[in-house]
């Protein structure tokens, strides 16, 4: 292992807290979602990490799925967004609220 | 004879139950004629069995009522002289008055339910009259009251007679707790509540018991029969139909109390205190109704309140200890009060159903007959001489003298007192009414023949009804005495005092009407004062229950309502409904459709499980 496990944790917890930022403070949808894929990205990041400091190979395994996965949400997604911006001509977070108590 | 008997009782029943349940699908006529049927019927029946009646009397068991363990109530009916009598003045009195009813009611829509109270009201009244046990005497006790509650708020569209209807259930009802108590206290002393068996064992009860019984008796007679101090719905109570106020709150009913002491009278006979208790209580009634009469304007309150005072009179009676003399005066009181009733009806429609005396006046004109006959009750009401009502009085008041001692003194004095006051209001009545000119609004109105005859029969046996039990003094040897089996009823007095009670009784009578002559032959509009106010008012009565009992029981009610149910009650439910929508007011604004709201909320789930989870560990 080439690079120490501190390190890499690090980088993905910051990774994390970037994209969890980025969800929590944007309005726009599709900046939530990408928020979103890098959040994902920073636990894919530590999975891969983990496997290769434990020699196992699930982790990685786990990863190609996650990639997987992530494409087929993030077309979902991106179609949503579409879907919404027809329905009320904007992308603001803030218009979405007919779930309001 | 036991089938005569028995429709004495169940003619009246069918007559109500037909007109009850299907008067209203019969012919215009049918109804008036099935009631009178069956009170005619009735007494005809009556009149019948009346000679099996003397001595030990005639009983029928129609069937066992309740039995329960040792308990055993029949409805069993006991024909003896003093049910005969009673039960002959009612069936008698109620047949004339139907008949008067048929006319005075012709034109009422809605006649059917008149008749059938009617009847219902007789049947109930010939319960109380024959039972043979306490709790068939109760049954029909309430029977009158209900009959009696229905028929004076029967024009109830007005929602002064229903009250007055709602005011005297109420108030006899006081009296019939006690009447309960007794009955119950009764079974339980003797374990058996037929009257002759109660009678038959009094004798070797403790003294206190006997008087208190009797006084619980005397609470339930005082309610019914409208005495001191459960008189005030008397009054009101004639805004009921004229007919019912002959029959119910003159003839029958109001003398029921006086019938339960007498039928009680070998108990009640043995506690000297609520003997005199008793004659306390009626020659107080009897000065109270007398006064309040003396002042009244409605005609019909006049004859109401004189009503009170002569049931005084009858109490006094009771409790001087003389039943013949008691059941005397509730014959010829029957007779010429429900006289005067009826007359009164008469005179009101002849005046165009003007109810105040001062708006009356030169009613003379009208019908001599009606004035001949409404004088004839005014002068056995007010005691004249050899009328009815002057020997069944004298008799009461004589023996209250008879007795001696101080006590009876002062009651023979009161006694003759309110006899003068009553010559007064009697004459006063009879000198507004008809002398002088008709002061109200000219309204002539006919009468109908069947208002007018009924009435004859009832003047004659008010004039004679002294024949029933002339006294020696006149000639007569007391037939009722006799009859009633109370031959120690009869006087002893000396020749001399004698004379000198009748003497005593024509100078009041004589007294009363000078000055009724004096004050009242020439109509004078006078202002009222204080006295003839507080009189007119039944010397505040009602404003005295109102304050003492009505008014806290509203304030009690009150707390109820809006203290305990609005206040505690409805407080708890709501107050906890209310802070349960105040909670979920403020909850509902952390669900305000914002993603990002939410998604904040995982965080900071998450930052608290992962800080548990890193005290865990650091722990």
């Known amino acids: ?101 | 004879m036991i089938l005569l008997l028995t429709l004495t009782l169940l003619l009246p029943l069918l007559g109500g139950i037909i007109n009850a349940c299907f008067g209203n699908h019969l012919p215009k006529p049918m109804p008036v004629i099935v009631a009178n049927g069956a009170v005619i019927g009735s007494f005809l029946a009556c009149l019948g069995c009346l000679s099996s009646a003397s001595g030990d009397g005639l009983r029928v068991t129609l069937f066992t009522w309740l039995s329960s363990g040792s308990f055993q109530a029949d409805v069993g009916l006991l024909l003896d002289p003093l049910a005969a009598i009673m039960a002959l003045m009612v069936t008698g009195v109620a047949s004339l008055i139907h008949l008067y009813a048929a006319g005075y009611m012709q034109d009422d829509s809605d006649q059917t339910r008149f008749f059938a109270l009617l009847n219902l009201f007789v049947f109930a009244m010939l319960t109380i009259v024959l039972a043979d046990n306490l709790l068939l005497m109760f049954l029909g006790w309430e029977g009158v009251g209900f009959c009696s509650y229905g028929l004076i708020g029967f024009w109830y569209r007005n929602t002064e007679n229903a009250a007055a209807g709602r005011k005297a259930f109420i108030v006899t009802r006081i009296g019939d707790l006690f009447f309960t108590v007794g009955l119950l206290w009764l079974f339980a002393l003797f374990g058996t509540i037929g009257i002759e068996a109660i009678n038959g064992q009094v004798a070797g009860l403790d003294p206190t018991t006997i008087t208190i019984i009797s006084l619980l008796l005397l609470g339930g007679a005082c309610g019914k029969s409208a005495q001191l101090p459960l008189m005030t719905w008397l009054p009101d109570a004639m805004a009921g139909p004229t007919p019912v106020s002959a029959l119910i709150h003159a003839a029958t009913m109001v003398t029921a109390g006086v019938y339960l002491l007498c039928r009680m009278f070998p108990l009640v006979s043995l506690s000297p205190i609520a003997m005199g208790v008793i004659a306390l209580v009626g020659v107080l009634t009897a000065l109270y109704a007398a006064t309040c009469a003396l002042a009244q304007r409605e005609i019909k309150r006049v004859l109401a309140y004189s009503t009170m005072s002569q049931v005084g009179y009858m109490f006094l009676a009771v409790g001087v200890g003389s039943v013949s003399a008691a059941m005397f005066h509730l014959l010829t009181h029957a007779f010429f009060k429900s006289l005067l009733f009826m007359a009164a009806g008469c005179v009101i429609n002849l005046a165009g159903h003007e109810n105040d005396i001062y708006l009356m006046g030169g009613m003379r004109q009208r019908s001599k007959l009606v004035a001949g006959l409404f004088m004839v009750g005014l002068l056995c009401l007010a005691g004249a001489p050899l009328t009815g009502g002057f020997f069944s009085k004298d008799l009461i008041l004589a023996t209250a003298f008879a007795k001696g001692d101080l006590f009876h003194q002062a009651i023979y004095v009161i006694g003759i007192v309110t006899a003068g006051i009553t010559s007064l209001y009697s004459f006063r009545l009879g000198y507004l009414v008809f002398a002088g000119d008709f002061r109200g609004e000219e309204l002539p109105d006919d009468l109908p023949g069947l208002m007018k005859w009924p009435l004859l029969p009832l003047a004659l046996f008010g004039l004679f009804g002294g024949l029933l039990n002339l006294p020696h003094l006149f000639g007569g040897y007391s037939w009722l005495s006799g009859w009633l089996n109370t031959d120690t009823d009869v006087l002893h007095l000396s020749l001399n005092s004698e004379y000198l009670l009748s003497g005593t009784a024509v100078g009041v009578f004589v007294f009363g009407w000078l000055i009724a002559h004096l004050r009242y032959r020439k109509f004078v509009r006078r202002e009222s004062g204080l006295i003839s106010a507080f009189l007119l008012a039944g010397w505040q009565f009602d404003a005295f229950y109102d304050r003492l009992l009505i008014r806290p029981f509203r304030g009690l009610c009150r707390f109820c309502w809006q203290g305990v149910e609005v206040g505690l009650v409805d407080g708890l439910i709501e107050g906890f409904a209310r802070t349960c929508i105040s909670w979920g007011q403020a909850l509902r604004k952390m669900t305000n459709g914002q993603i990002s709201n939410y998604l904040q909320g995982f965080i900071w789930g998450l930052l608290l499980i992962m800080g548990w989870f890193l005290l865990r560990a650091v722990a």
Not at chain 1, 31 to 37: A, K, Q, R, S
Not at chain 1, 82 to 97: E, G, H, P, W
Request: include cysteine; proline fraction near 1%.
């Open chain 1, 1 to 101: 292992m080439i690079v120490p496990m501190e390190h890499l944790l690090i980088l993905s917890t910051i990774l994390f807290l970037l994209g969890l930022v980025c969800v929590l403070a944007h309005r726009n949808l599709i900046m939530i979602l990408i928020g979103v894929e890098i959040m994902l990205n920073a636990v894919g990041l530590t999975l891969v990490g983990a496997s290769a400091f434990w020699q196992q190979i699930d982790g990685q395994i786990m990863v190609l799925f996650l990639m997987a996965m992530t494409s087929a949400e993030v077309s979902i997604s991106l179609a949503m967004v579409v879907y919404l911006q027809r329905c009320k001509n904007s992308v603001d977070i803030r218009d979405f609220d007919e779930m309001r108590g």
